[in-house]
């Protein structure tokens, strides 16, 4: 049963790079960008969703930051974990240049993470991430807009109740509010870590 849950997240992550692929036909390997980058840059979509603190987060005040978007669920097994832990380690890789990230959660669980679920949450793997929350309406319309498939399963005898089957790509958006590139899932610390360090050097001119 284990073997045929894996095998089933990872055919929801197979899923989610097929759709991506239609969504983002002008992406292609960059040979400065380590990551699937779009061709040109496109536009990130907009939202105003609630942060673990209760106040507001639009990504249009993120404006001179590079945001590193990331959709997930603070009970997730294993899959979340392990993009965040890659990205405070990519945090810590960049030092200084650090500042001028910022990297946020959207939950595609509303419904059991609250504010203060995803702040006890995040802020685990760094101080400095942000939970968001929003509406079910507002994070099926974000999954939509960024190509994000989330599906439920039900977990008879589980305290849990269900869990969730999600494509895992950490999406990449410059100072500009361009919509640069997408991280898989599995992508090093470190070659996120070159990526954003180029977009912060260059000012999201590459």
């Not at 990331?70 to 965040?84: E, H, I, K, N, R």
């Not at 950490?170 to 919509?179: A, C, L, P, T, Y």
């Not at 991280?183 to 610390?189: K, V």
Request: hydrophobic share 40%; net charge neutral.
């Amino acid at each position: 049963m284990a073997m045929k849950g894996y095998s089933r997240r990872w055919l929801i992550v197979a899923a989610g790079l097929a759709v991506m692929v239609l969504l983002v036909s002008g992406c292609r390997e960059n040979v400065s960008l380590r990551g699937l980058v779009f061709d040109p840059p496109k536009q990130a979509p907009d939202f105003t969703l609630t942060d673990h603190t209760g106040r507001p987060f639009s990504l249009a005040d993120q404006r001179g930051k590079v945001v590193l978007l990331y959709f997930g669920f603070a009970s997730c097994p294993d899959v979340c974990p392990s993009t965040l832990t890659d990205l405070a380690r990519m945090k810590r890789e960049l030092g200084r240049d650090g500042n001028q990230v910022q990297v946020a959660l959207i939950t595609v669980d509303p419904n059991r993470d609250t504010p203060q679920v995803l702040a006890d949450y995040v802020t685990v793997f760094d101080p400095s991430f942000i939970g968001l929350h929003g509406s079910e309406e507002q994070v099926q319309q974000l999954m939509k807009q960024y190509g994000v498939t989330a599906v439920r399963k039900d977990l008879p005898g589980s305290a849990l109740g269900y869990t969730i089957d999600h494509t895992a790509f950490v999406h990449v958006i410059d100072q500009s509010g361009r919509w640069r590139e997408q991280f898989p899932f599995g992508a090093s610390a470190e070659d996120m870590a070159g990526d954003v360090r180029q977009l912060i050097r260059s000012g999201g001119r590459l």
